[in-house]
T-cell receptor, first 114, second 112 residues
Framework: GAVVSQHPSRVICKSGTSVKIECRSL??????MFWYRQFPKQSLMLMAT?????????EQGVEKDKFLINHASLTLSTLTVTSAHPEDSSFYIC??????????FGSGTRLTVV | GQQLNQSPQSMFIQEGEDVSMNCTSS?????WLWYKQEPGEGPVLLIA?????ELTSNGRLTAQFGITRKDSFLNISASIPSDVGIYFC????????????FGTGTRLTVIP
């Protein structure tokens, strides 16, 4: 089946630094990828839709300049958390759409900002 | 974005018991999906439903796409300890963007 690789799985960074998270579709091309954020014991909240070759579409309330998304190829999308602060600490998960119906998720990235 | 209403929020059951959880939305969906998430991992797809009324099984799991297109349920029969986790429903609206909306999750604990 479809596999989505997300890296890193865990990252600790200092406040004020930037962190990049990669999401790769390993055996299929994904024109669309999605980035979610999940707080402890809560559901997944869509942050943005990443479109290959065009600008990402952000959900209401998500800062575009804080969460930079790049989808430069059909197999790679990146999320960069810029000037991270402790309140950005969370579990970030990407998913890739294989076609009209397939949604496969990465294993997530636990970000801790100290 | 929209969030689906999922119930129950949590369940504590004895091993061997059956489990039922459901999900409702305020709008019509053309796809319903059920995922299981374990701590520190991303969600893993259990069952996908694409037609109203569709009933699909995956081993001990059975899920149905409601006739109204606004609800879905997941049943787990003869639960075992490894069923422990958080179960999420997810759906895609009939109109609009390609993204999924997620339910609030059901945390399942199975007591051996």
């Amino acid at each position: 089946g479809a596999v989505v690789s997300q890296h890193p799985s865990r990252v600790i960074c200092k406040s004020g630094t930037s962190v990049k998270i990669e999401c790769r579709s390993l055996d299929f091309q994904a024109t669309t990828m999605f980035w979610y954020r999940q707080f402890p014991k809560q559901s997944l909240m869509l942050m943005a839709t990443s479109n290959e070759g065009s600008k990402a579409t952000y959900e209401q309330g998500v800062e575009k300049d804080k969460f930079l998304i790049n989808h430069a190829s059909l197999t790679l999308s990146t999320l960069t958390v810029t000037s991270a602060h402790p309140e950005d600490s969370s579990f970030y998960i990407c998913s890739a759409s294989e076609g009209a119906y397939g949604y496969t998720f990465g294993s997530g990235t636990r970000l801790t900002v100290v | 974005g929209q969030q689906l209403n999922q119930s129950p929020q949590s369940m504590f059951i004895q091993e061997g018991e059956d489990v039922s959880m459901n999900c409702t939305s305020s709008s019509i969906f053309n796809t319903w999906l059920w995922y299981k998430q374990e701590p520190g991992e991303g969600p893993v797809l259990l069952i996908a439903l694409y037609k109203a009324g569709e009933l699909t099984s995956n081993g001990r799991l059975t899920a149905q796409f409601g006739i109204t297109r606004k609800d879905s349920f997941l049943n787990i029969s003869a639960s075992i300890p490894s069923d422990v986790g958080i179960y999420f429903c997810a759906g895609r609206e009939q109109t609009g963007a390609n993204n999924l909306f997620f339910g609030t999750g059901t945390r399942l604990t199975v007591i051996p």
